[in-house]
């Protein structure tokens, strides 16, 4: 099973609640610098109505008013406005830089994950191999001590190793 690590690390971003989570603070920080920048400026409101009133309900005798209003606000040196559009400029950069921190944290604890998934698939594929190599080895001692060319400790030994290597890979597998 062969992984794209960069490949699959980039569908996560895409996807991930966390990378959306960090997205969503940035955003939430922009807006509050906005709003704050919105605060500075001068502002005005203007209001256009109809009122219609009368007696019953099919309004008999009605009288009708047309109204239109204009209202200014033009916010003069106040550094009280200043000071948070500022606060929240630095808020901003604040959390653009954790975010990056995070960012960086998150890319470099998967990778390790991802090689260390990697490297127990090599260590149990060499388990394999070495439960092979002395099934192979008991085999042959146990021909060998058939016709009498090794003693009996080797052939003992020959049977351990691959107790051994086959308690190795369980202890792996747990």
Do not use: C
Request: hydrophobic content about 35%; glycine content about 6%.
């Amino acid at each position: 099973m062969t992984v794209a690590f960069e490949k699959d690390f980039e569908q996560f971003k895409e996807a991930g609640r966390t990378y959306q989570v960090l997205d969503l603070l940035e955003e939430k920080s922009t807006l509050e610098v906005d709003e704050e920048a919105d605060d500075l400026l001068p502002s005005i409101n203007l209001l256009v109505g109809y009122i219609v009133k009368g007696e019953s309900l099919e309004i008999e005798t009605e009288d009708n008013m047309v109204y239109t209003g204009m209202s200014m606000e033009w916010p003069f040196g106040d550094q009280v406005n200043r000071a948070e559009h500022e606060t929240s400029k630095i808020t901003l950069k604040r959390t653009k830089l954790s975010n990056v921190g995070v960012r960086f944290q998150l890319y470099t604890d998967i990778k390790d994950l991802f090689q260390l998934i990697g490297r127990e698939e090599q260590l149990g594929a060499i388990a394999q191999e070495k439960i092979g190599l002395a099934r192979s080895v008991l085999e042959d001692e146990t021909e060998n001590y058939s016709f009498g060319k090794i003693t009996i400790n080797d052939y003992i030994q020959a049977v351990n190793v691959l107790d051994s290597n086959r308690f190795n890979q369980i202890l792996h597998d747990a």
